[in-house]
Each structure stands twice: as C-alpha cells, then as structure tokens.
C-alpha cells in the first residue's frame, strides 16, 4: 500500500465551480501535511500547510481528518489559473522522509 | 524571492556523458537537502537524502555510484549523473529544509534529456 494516494484525476471543472480534492495516508504516525501545487514541467510550490484544526487561505480550505487519515483541499470560485496538478505530501515526524503523492490533475475551463 | 537556486535549468548531451547539477539554498544554512526524480506524468521519487558534511542517505533502488552527491558546505549539494543514458533522461528536483517538520522548499528543477 502507498504511504499517500490521491486520486489522479483530471477534474475538469468550469470557472467559478467549487473542486475538493482527498488524500489518504496510511501511517497513523504522520505529523505534517501539505498541498503543494506543480504546473506542467514546473517544481511543486508551497499551497499551504494543513493543521488539525483547519486552515484558510482565500479560496483554498485544507482540512486534516486524522481518524480516517485523510486531508482535503477544496477549492472555492475555481479560476483557469488555478489549472495544475495538486500533490499532497505528509512527513511522519522524521524530518528525512516525506511522501508525495501522485497528485490529482484539475482543468478549470472557461 | 527564490529560496533554493538549481542549475542548470536544462541539459541536452550524448550518451555516456556525466552530467552534474546544482543545488544552493540562498536565504539559509542547510544540513539537509533532498534530490528527487520526477518522470513524466509521474509525482516525484526520492532518490536520496543529502547530509552536510557526511555520506548522503539513497532510497533503495538507486545506485551511489551512478548518482554522486556532494553537499561540502551548508549552501550547496550537487548531483552527478555519471555516464547518463538515454534512461536517465528525467526531471531532476532538490529540496531543502530550514526546520524539521517544515515544508520543503524545491529549486527549479533541471531537465535532463540524454540523446
């Protein structure tokens, strides 16, 4: 079983619509989580970071459900700049490992 | 502004050429520093942890002696791709921490194409 799986998409999505995205990961131990965003043939970027008790950044939500072991990221009034690949990735404590996972493809469309 | 500088941005070159690629981390000192591999429509692989000062750490799968990696001072680690082939070609990625548990920051990325 991956450490981290996401669901590969694509969404396609039109402008303005609201998109979530889930994540699992199978170690109960995990610490850290976050979103990152990767444009085609770019490095991944910093989205946000997600905490336990959730988090807002403007039209992006991270939420951490450590009972089922998932994290969200929802996506509110969707722009076509927001087209990307979407990578979860989570840090088990132990700062020498982090898991990506394969990331979830979103197409805002006009 | 940019927290991880990689160079070069994109390699062409024969088979059978190495290839090294550099990564510096501009606004602090990094102990640690990861290089990762990322095929296309793929998410990233870890290749190796990179420790100042000490023998990097691979990730089982990935042969030392083919990807050498150097990281002498707390601002810069290097990956060489020693006699790369047309496998090789790949997206290659590092990453440095300034805290545990913190989020990585990735340099640029470099494009490696082996003809």
């Known amino acids: 079983r991956k450490e981290v799986e996401q669901d590969p998409g694509p969404f396609n999505v039109p402008e303005g619509a609201t998109v979530a995205f889930n994540c699992t990961y199978s170690?109960?131990?995990?610490?850290?989580f976050f979103w990152y965003r990767q444009d085609c043939r770019k490095e991944p970027k910093l989205l946000m970071s997600?905490?336990?008790s959730g988090n807002e950044d403007g039209r992006f939500t991270a939420q951490l459900n450590r009972a089922s072991q998932y994290i969200s990221l929802l996506i509110r009034d969707s722009k076509l700049s927001d087209s990307a690949t979407y990578l979860c990735?989570?840090?088990?404590?132990?700062?020498?490992?982090?898991?990506f996972g394969s990331g979830t493809k979103l197409n805002v469309k006009p | 502004g940019a927290v991880v500088s990689q160079h070069p941005s994109w390699v062409i070159c024969k088979s059978g050429t190495s290839v090294k690629i550099e990564c510096r981390s501009l606004?602090?000192?990094?102990?640690?520093m990861f290089w990762y591999r990322q095929f296309p429509k793929q998410s990233l692989m870890l290749m190796a942890t990179?420790?100042?000062?000490?023998?990097?750490?691979?990730e089982q799968g990935v042969e030392k002696d083919k990807f050498l990696i150097n990281h002498a001072s707390l601002t810069l680690s290097t990956l060489t791709v020693t006699s790369a082939h047309p496998e090789d070609s790949s997206f290659y990625i590092c990453?440095?921490?300034?805290?545990?548990?913190?989020?990585?920051?990735f340099g640029d990325g470099t494009r490696l194409s082996i003809l």
């Open positions: 606004d602090f000192q990094a102990t640690t």
């Open positions: 990735v989570v840090n088990d404590g132990n700062f020498n490992k982090f898991y």
């Open positions: 170690n109960s131990a995990s610490q850290s």
């Open positions: 997600v905490y336990s």
């Open positions: 990453s440095v921490l300034d805290s545990s548990n913190q989020p990585q920051h």
């Open positions: 990179s420790n100042e000062g000490s023998k990097a750490t691979y």
